[in-house]
């Protein structure tokens, strides 16, 4: 034991080298919050000492030799991670978020260096000093041993190693695995857009309308991590949503719908074609419904606000070709808000599109809605809910300080997304024909209502509150008179086939369209509801305990 403990202090430079190379560029993230945070902090310090373990088990040259391998692999993606979390973002880059730096080009690059504050460059200088004096005594000491490790114990070591680094969670939170993984992801993405522009020019775009002439004005409004339990409309004791409970009696909220996921990519692929997980590549062989209410002799507007720069879904859907935002530019007029502003910010893109003279036009708004920090989602002046009174969880009581200051955050956002969607229902009654407004939220979100917890997991823990979203529909009494819809708010529903409801709303017909799939056809039959590859029936038997209402 003597000689094992004399050897591990004969090796310390093998320790001191993986933790500045691997450990070091997570330091600058212990001010961050958030769970998930933690968890990388860990187990980039834990992958660091499995590095330590199997360097010090080799010896000679092939030390030297994996040091160095390591070195190349893992020195270009903990840079950058280190110098994004430098920047001021406290946010650890991974997965798809990586697809920035590969979308880059030499001069987007070098204006980007320029704009870098110098605490970036001199904490890479640290960086890099660290790596190269650790590197030096690591080789210093390569040839030190007073125990001989047989070959197939170092050879086992490193199998069970790579075995390890190829499973989760290392693979997904480990940047110098997730970064290589990442980009073989993004050159997959880009041989599919190649696929998908092709199919493109292949779409006959034969489709129907069979509403009377005349002016239509059609609102489809998406909104962002609204869970309907936390909804006034839908039976929560918390007046969330006093504006919409005045004109109840004029809306329709259905109140057995779920999303197919529960993140915004994966809905709004599925939302806005026929792709769902029963024909998962649809999206990129048919038409999606703007390009279908275009030809169905729709003028289309889409108004995002979910912008383009920022982290997490907002930077990942600006550099994936295939994904939502390129569905929506096939608008006839499309604008995006940079700085995902509060939702009034959209407000005055609606009026514009209202004073538009076209007969006939959809406008779709796509809300920031209740994503989280919920605290940036709504003005100071709805500011109602601020204390523990009236709070309505199984976990009330359990609830700290901070817990309670979520739940009310995420309530405030609720009822500020109450005076959007009034405001933009006003808006749309004062046209003059046939109008109608359909607002649903991609998915939900947790806010311990069925665990202790708030927001949403991607790791399987799926609750049935994350993929639980509202979906309401007004119509005027004009359109009510020349399109009759049937009307069931009860029944069973995944918005994965709302494109089929969405033509039925609009009158449009297309070779896809199936009247079995459209929630406002006498012809509607349930199917059975897949979320994440989870059955939605079996999530809802796992949480029995209810969202209060």
Wanted: with cysteine.
């Amino acid at each position: 034991m003597k000689k094992f403990f004399d050897y591990l202090l004969c090796n310390y430079s093998v320790l001191l080298y993986s933790l500045v190379l691997l450990f070091f560029p997570f330091l600058f993230a212990f001010t961050a919050d958030g769970w998930d945070t933690s968890i990388r902090i860990s187990l980039n310090l834990l992958y660091a000492c499995m590095v330590s373990i199997i360097l010090m088990l080799c010896q000679g040259k092939w030390r030297k030799i994996l040091a160095v391998l390591f070195l190349l692999v893992a020195f270009a993606p903990n840079m950058i991670v280190q110098s994004f979390i430098l920047m001021g973002n406290n946010v650890i880059l991974k997965s798809t978020d990586f697809w920035v730096i590969f979308n880059t080009n030499p001069n987007e690059a070098t204006n980007l260096f320029a704009t870098l504050p110098i605490k970036v460059y001199v904490w890479a200088i640290v960086y890099v000093s660290g790596i190269v004096i650790s590197l030096y005594l690591l080789f210093k000491q390569a040839n030190k041993q007073n125990i001989t490790i047989p070959r197939y114990v170092q050879i086992l070591a490193i199998i069970i190693f790579m075995g390890l680094s190829l499973i989760n969670p290392f693979r997904s939170k480990i940047p110098m695995i997730d970064f290589y993984k990442s980009f073989y992801k993004y050159q997959r993405e880009m041989r599919e857009v190649a696929e998908f522009y092709k199919n493109r020019a292949d779409i006959l775009l034969d489709v129907t309308n069979s509403l009377p002439a005349g002016k239509k004005t059609f609102l489809i409004i998406i909104g962002e991590s609204q869970n309907r339990h936390h909804m006034q409309l839908y039976g929560y004791s918390r007046p969330t949503n006093p504006m919409l409970m005045e004109i109840s009696d004029e809306l329709v909220a259905y109140n057995n719908v779920c999303s197919p996921a529960i993140q915004t990519l994966a809905c709004m692929k599925q939302i806005l074609t026929f792709t769902n997980y029963e024909h998962p590549d649809l999206y990129k062989k048919e038409a999606n419904i703007v390009e279908i209410l275009r030809a169905g002799g729709y003028k289309t507007f889409w108004y995002d606000n979910q912008g383009k720069t920022g982290n997490g879904a907002f930077a990942i859907d600006t550099y994936t070709p295939t994904s939502y935002r390129t569905m929506a530019k096939q608008s006839d007029v499309y604008s995006d808000e940079k700085s995902c502003a509060r939702d009034s910010s959209i407000i005055p893109q609606l009026e514009d599109a209202l004073k538009d003279t076209t007969e006939q036009k959809v406008i779709f708004l796509h809300l920031i809605g209740n994503h989280f920090d919920y605290n940036e989602r709504y003005e100071k002046s709805f500011v109602q809910f601020d204390s523990k009174e009236g709070i309505c969880s199984p976990f009330a009581e359990e609830l700290t300080q901070k817990e309670v200051e979520t739940l009310n955050a995420y309530d405030n956002g609720t009822l500020y997304n109450d005076y959007i969607i009034r405001t933009c229902i006003e808006m749309v009654r004062k046209q003059g024909g046939m109008s109608a407004m359909l607002y649903f939220s991609d998915h939900g979100e947790e806010v311990f209502d069925c665990v202790k917890s708030s927001g949403r997991s991607f790791g399987g823990g799926i609750t049935p509150t994350m993929c639980e979203p509202p979906l309401i529909l007004w119509a005027n009494e004009e359109y009510k008179k020349n399109n009759n819809l049937h009307l069931d708010e009860s029944v069973p529903t995944c918005t994965d086939d709302i494109i089929h409801g969405i033509m039925d709303l609009c009158g449009v017909k297309y070779h896809l369209y199936d009247s079995t799939k459209s929630i406002f056809h006498p012809s509607y039959l349930p199917k059975e509801r897949v979320v994440q590859g989870l059955k939605y029936d079996d999530l809802k038997e796992k949480y029995l305990s209810k969202p209060c209402e």
